[in-house]
């Protein structure tokens, strides 16, 4: 109902802002300039599906090794005494648990690619067992909103980006979002947990302070590595772990005498009927943002809110920042573009560009996940689950730009 009401909020705005700019400016072209943002993102939704269907096919088909290798199993009964209590709608032992598993770990090591196919199975194993196919399930709220919630040890891409735009030290940011999307994670966690009435026992609060050890490992670590190495030994570690599952999953198969090969092409089948039925759900809300965008509505917005925080007296650096923070929870690809823009204009070593990475990383893209994993498995009545993801998001924005005042300003 939220995501319902979202769209449609969307729409309006931009139709409003069109009609406001045209009354008050006399710009007759917004309305073409909102018509062809539409086109152009509904274009882009059904290239994000071609994207997906490769990697989809792939990863669906390497997730049915590991499937029928035990693999999956395996790690359900590892996680079993905390994923229990977190999702207890889910039966012990269920695949959901070890495809969930899988999942946060791709989450973890910035591995998107890898991530999405095995969220997308976690999915479609938790609407097995959903009664009412329209409606989500508490264990896919707490699912999407941890997904949303974005705990990323590793953020490759943002390094990535801050290195192709000139940064002199493209990894600096690296400590800033880990700190900012661990606290989303652990807000959005938390906020959960009382509004689904789960119980925070001893068993629940030792993996959170074992997850709290790993994060202060991984701090510890690439803090004492010369800021060169940084970005070569994170990338090495996510892709060596990824290539180790994958081959994890093909001896387990070959030790359970399984024909390898056959199990993959069943997955891969899967794959490509997911990718076709997540495409309206993306063209569906990637042209809202793309019309809300192309109005003019979010640079308003900016605008105000800097006249406002300069009003009241308050350090205002932090505001070119800020259409980073709108677009992150509406597109990936549009966060990253603004993102680039403030480094473009200010230089990638200014203070609100690290701002900007630091949002940028904070977090997950909110509405394409819920379009992307919901639209999966058919289910429209989300419930709250945006509601509480979008928290999440806000609780990491702020983080990432508190953050950043202590590390760079």
């Known amino acids: 109902m939220v995501l319902n009401w979202i769209w449609i909020g969307l729409l309006v705005v931009a139709f409003l802002m069109a009609i406001i700019r045209t009354l008050t400016e006399g710009d007759l072209s917004i309305w073409s300039e909102i018509i ?27 997730m049915k090794i590991g499937e029928r290798g035990g693999v999956i199993d395996f790690f359900a009964r ?14 012990k032992g269920h695949p959901a648990m070890g495809a969930i598993f899988m999942n946060i770990s791709a ?24 009664k009412e196919k329209e ?12 997904n949303s919630s974005g705990l990323c040890l590793i953020p490759i891409s943002v ?45 629940i609060w030792s993996w959170l302070l074992g997850i709290g050890g790993v994060v202060a490992l991984v701090v510890w670590f690439f803090y004492n590595l010369p800021s060169d190495k ?34 993959f092409i069943e ?15 993306l063209v569906a809300i990637l042209v809202a943002i793309g019309m809300f965008r192309s109005s003019g509505a979010l640079e308003a917005f900016t605008r105000c809110v800097e006249n406002g925080v300069t009003l009241m007296g308050l350090d205002a650096d932090w505001v070119g920042a800020l259409p980073t923070m709108l677009m992150k929870p509406l597109s990936g690809s549009g966060s990253c573009a603004m993102m680039l823009d403030v480094m473009r204009d200010q230089g990638a070593d200014a203070f609100v560009s690290r701002v900007a990475a630091a949002v940028r ?3 997950d893209t909110t509405f394409y996940i819920l379009a992307v994993y919901f639209g999966s498995v058919g289910v429209y009545k989300t419930r709250y689950a945006a509601g509480y993801a979008l928290f999440a998001d806000i609780v990491g924005a702020i983080a990432a730009v508190v953050v950043s005042y202590l590390f760079f300003h």
């Open 135 to 146: 409606r989500a399930t508490d264990a896919m709220i707490m699912f999407l909103v941890l």
């Open 78 to 91: 590892l996680i079993n005494p905390f994923f229990s209590r977190l999702f207890p709608g889910i039966p």
């Open 230 to 263: 940084v970005e070569l030994y994170s990338t090495f570690a996510a892709n060596a772990i990824l290539f180790g599952i994958i081959i994890t999953f093909l001896i387990a198969g070959i030790c359970r005498k399984i024909n390898v090969y056959d199990a």
């Open 361 to 363: 990383g904070s977090t």
């Open 267 to 281: 997955g891969a089948k899967e794959g490509f009927k997911t990718a076709v039925m997540i495409i309206p759900y």
């Open 107 to 130: 989450n973890m090591l910035g591995l998107d690619n890898a991530a999405t196919p095995m969220g997308l199975r976690a999915m479609q194993e938790m609407q097995s067992l959903n």
């Open 159 to 203: 390094m990535m980006y801050r290195a192709q735009g000139g940064a002199s030290n493209p990894t600096d940011i690296f400590l800033p979002i880990l700190i900012a999307t661990s606290i989303a994670t652990i807000a959005g966690l938390v906020a959960l947990c009382l509004k689904q009435r789960i119980r925070m026992d001893a068993v």
């Open 36 to 62: 062809n943002g539409s086109f152009s993102q509904a274009a882009f939704a059904f290239e994000i599906s071609l994207g997906l269907t490769g990697v989809l096919t792939l990863w669906l088909g390497i």
